[in-house]
């Protein structure tokens, strides 16, 4: 498979200077990235003069519709791109599902939520703030598109999910995008930007594609541009202190590492349905992409008379479990896409263990071929400090005993500097309330796992079109989703003070909508 980029409005790329792509199968050779000649400052150019344009002319109704044909279409592909997900990077069926699935869901899901925008080109933000003496002198809020580009610079591990969720707001905000996957995983980003193509479904310059590394890229950005970058806080930092983003000041959102916590609360005993949902989390987030979910539990907070119940419990599970290919029955856990994914994964797990002791493991023969790490949970000793800083982003957790108090659990909890999602586990609303109160700060979202919500609970590790995803501090500190709460990122407000009336007019002159 050769990918290339969609530049300018054309595939660009050739047989010169190819990065190949290996399969965290077997570590074969599966796909080349053509990164010869590109020139990605003029393709931002395009862009944003001949993409932003064409956007901004159609309605929040009429972008809506033409999202929920790109999820269509990658829904209409579905059992291929499943199939290029096990074969290029060794996602298991069910990951599979949870990216290719999630990208068509959530870009249908902002079709809807575009649609009750109706057919106009500016939002109104709020009501009028009286201004004078008078009813007729206000200030009117507006929402309106940036003139720039949304460059969405993706992690590895969903890339569908990850380019669609960005995407889906970003066009819908009438923001044309610039769209670089992380190489290791790009046949699949790559193939769904082709059947888009294919299809007649990217007007010029409204979505760009870029199968290489970023190299001068963020040279050519502009102010009214958005830089969205999912990946590791370094990258994060390279990006946010570039010379030309810190000039311009141009818009930054992050996404990046978490130490998601869950918490089970002193209340709940074996047995109780409480507690297997909170055994259930932390298998799923353990099995599901091999650990490499953003949202995945890392810190599991445990009152320390439950630890031995927790630890039989977890190994109970844990023996149950596969490592391998896709192709293998009993297979949960699959490959992780790159010898340097699992490479980091095995010196965190090196380092996780050095201040700490296994609690329950996954003792399932692991291919020696292809990128394999069976499960671990590890028991933090009492003066454990990288379990709170670093991130082993693989099928690994570690559990951290505390007395019971939430005053002690909450101290624990923000020692990880912020997070994306935090999970509590109770059938106490009082105590809940306590430990919402003092982590809510420090989390972009909170699940509250109890009896009441059993039956119906994703779990904390699914991001979902309606609620925001980001978290503060070493989260990165940024917001996307949240349904239309996730157009702010692309649209600027602006207060207009004026006649309210004439206003009324100069909006119906200047974008067609009342
Ligand atoms: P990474 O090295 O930071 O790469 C992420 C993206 O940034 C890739 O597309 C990469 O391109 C690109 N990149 C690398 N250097 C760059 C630079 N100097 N300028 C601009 N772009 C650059 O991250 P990773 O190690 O692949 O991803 C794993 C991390 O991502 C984990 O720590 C995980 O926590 C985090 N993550 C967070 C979320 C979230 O939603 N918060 C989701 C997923 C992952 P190349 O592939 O070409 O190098």
């Not at 994964?345 to 296994?358: D, F, Q, R």
Request: hydrophobic share 45%.
């Amino acid at each position: 498979m050769e990918l290339k980029s969609l530049l300018g409005g054309v595939w660009c790329g050739g047989p010169q200077a190819q990065t190949p792509i290996v399969s965290g199968l077997d570590g074969a050779t599966v796909a080349h990235a053509s990164t010869a000649g590109l020139d990605r400052v003029e393709a931002l150019r395009f862009a944003r003069e001949v993409g932003g344009p064409t956007l901004r002319a159609m309605t929040f109704a009429a972008r809506a519709a033409w999202v929920g044909q790109l999820g269509k279409a990658i829904y209409t592909h579905r059992e291929a791109l499943l199939d290029l997900s096990t074969a290029t990077y060794g996602a298991t069926r069910g990951d599979g599902k949870f990216d290719i699935d999630g990208a068509s869901g959530t870009m249908a899901a902002f079709a809807a939520i575009g649609a009750k925008l109706g057919d106009v080109r500016v939002l109104f933000d709020g009501e009028p703030e009286a201004m004078g003496r008078s009813a007729r002198f206000v200030g009117q809020h507006l929402q309106v598109p940036r003139e720039g580009v949304g460059i969405h610079i993706n992690a590895f591990n969903f890339p569908a999910w990850g380019m669609a969720e960005k995407l889906a707001v970003c066009l819908l905000a009438g923001v044309p995008a610039l769209v670089k996957p992380a190489l290791a995983t790009a046949p699949v980003a790559f193939r769904i930007v082709q059947i888009w193509h294919e299809a007649g479904l990217i007007p010029p310059g409204t979505i760009s594609l870029l199968c290489a590394g970023a190299g001068d890229l963020l040279d050519g950005v502009a102010a009214q541009d958005v830089v969205a970058f999912t990946g590791s806080s370094h990258t994060a930092a390279q990006i946010r202190s570039h010379a030309r983003v810190t000039a311009l000041g141009v818009r930054v959102n992050v996404e990046a590492d978490s130490l998601n916590a869950a918490i089970l609360g002193p209340d709940v005993a074996d047995g109780d349905v409480t507690f297997d949902m909170f055994l259930a989390d932390i298998v799923r987030d353990l099995t599901q992409k091999a650990g490499q979910k953003c949202t995945a539990i890392r810190r599991v907070f445990v009152p320390a008379a439950l630890v031995p119940t927790v630890g039989e419990a977890l190994q109970d599970a844990l023996s149950r479990v596969g490592v391998g290919p896709a192709s293998t029955a009993d297979t949960r856990v699959g490959a992780l896409p790159t010898l340097a994914q699992h490479e980091d994964v095995a010196s965190g797990i090196a380092a996780l263990a050095a201040e700490s002791t296994v609690l329950a493991s996954c003792d399932a023969p692991v291919p020696e071929a292809g990128f394999y790490v069976a499960p671990r949970v590890f028991l933090a000793n009492a003066d454990a400090v990288l379990v709170h800083e670093r991130e082993v982003f693989g099928p690994v957790a570690t559990v951290l005993p505390y007395d019971g108090t939430a005053a002690a659990l909450i101290d624990g909890v923000r020692k990880g500097g912020g997070g994306l999602v935090a999970s509590v586990y109770t059938d106490d609303p009082a105590w809940a309330g306590e430990v919402l109160a003092g982590i809510a700060p420090w989390h972009g979202r909170v699940h509250w796992g109890s009896v009441k919500v059993a039956d119906q609970s994703p779990g904390p590790g699914t991001v979902l079109p309606t609620l925001v995803h980001g978290g503060p501090g070493k989260a990165g500190n940024g917001e996307e989703l949240g349904g239309l709460r996730g157009l702010s990122l692309y649209l600027h407000r602006v207060a207009v003070q004026a006649d309210r009336a004439l206003l009324d007019r100069a909006v119906q002159a200047g974008w067609g909508a009342t």
